[in-house]
């Protein structure tokens, strides 16, 4: 019975808190608040301070390093599934005052499932997007993209790789000029 309860969850990773003194909500907080509004460990031990706890900012590092990964791992086998289709692009934008491309994925209903920044735009860079936006979103049935040659190619080496690793599954490749500024659909 208690099987069939958990069937298509992934096992969340148990996060032992053993020998900490601070009650696991605190470090909790810490730890989101450093990763989500990436403020300096002084100011976050300052932040601590105004609500009532009394931490050293090396602590707060030490917390950080030690449950930041185990955190992002539960939070990533509870995400919940992607549409089947998705679209893909990337635009040409200044970070830190130097020109940078961002490639993003959407799904259907304009949820960012993954992006990337990359100093050039090539099949290198978009083999490495598509496969690290497929690893984490598991292999949607098709992808638009625009007419970018770097596009295709990285497609296609993943669906190589797809075809003889994964489960043989491949991803259908719809490429039109300005189909992935609309819904995949």
């Given at each position: ?8 969850k992934p096992?969340t990773?148990?996060?032992d ?14 730890a989101?608040?450093?990763a989500r509004?990436g ?7 300052e932040?601590m301070?105004?609500r009532?706890v009394?931490?050293?900012h090396?602590t707060?590092n030490?917390?950080?390093v030690?449950?930041?990964p185990?955190?992002?791992?539960n939070a990533?086998a509870r995400k919940k ?9 990337e ?5 830190r ?7 993003r994925?959407v ?5 960012t499932?993954?992006?990337m ?7 290198a860079a ?11 979103n ?5 992808i638009?993209i625009?007419?970018?040659?770097a ?5 296609q080496s ?13 991803i259908?490749?719809?490429?039109s000029?300005?189909?992935?500024h609309?819904t995949?659909?």
């Amino acid at each position: 019975m208690l099987a069939s309860k958990f069937e298509g969850k992934p096992p969340t990773v148990v996060i032992d808190f053993k020998g900490h003194q601070y009650p696991k909500s605190v470090i909790f907080y810490a730890a989101f608040f450093y990763a989500r509004y990436g403020v300096s460990y002084r100011d976050l031990e300052e932040i601590m301070a105004e609500r009532g706890v009394e931490v050293d900012h090396a602590t707060l590092n030490r917390w950080v390093v030690k449950f930041s990964p185990t955190i992002a791992e539960n939070a990533q086998a509870r995400k919940k599934p992607t549409a089947i289709s998705w679209r893909m692009d990337e635009t040409y934008i200044k970070v830190r005052g130097n020109w940078t491309y961002l490639y993003r994925a959407v799904d259907r209903d304009g949820q960012t499932l993954d992006f990337m920044l990359s100093e050039r735009r090539d099949t290198a860079a978009a083999r490495r997007f598509f496969k690290r936006a497929v690893g984490t979103n598991d292999v949607p049935e098709r992808i638009a993209i625009d007419k970018s040659g770097a596009n295709l190619a990285g497609f296609q080496s993943l669906n190589t790789i797809l075809k003889f690793t994964g489960t043989g599954r491949t991803i259908n490749i719809v490429q039109s000029k300005y189909f992935n500024h609309c819904t995949a659909e």
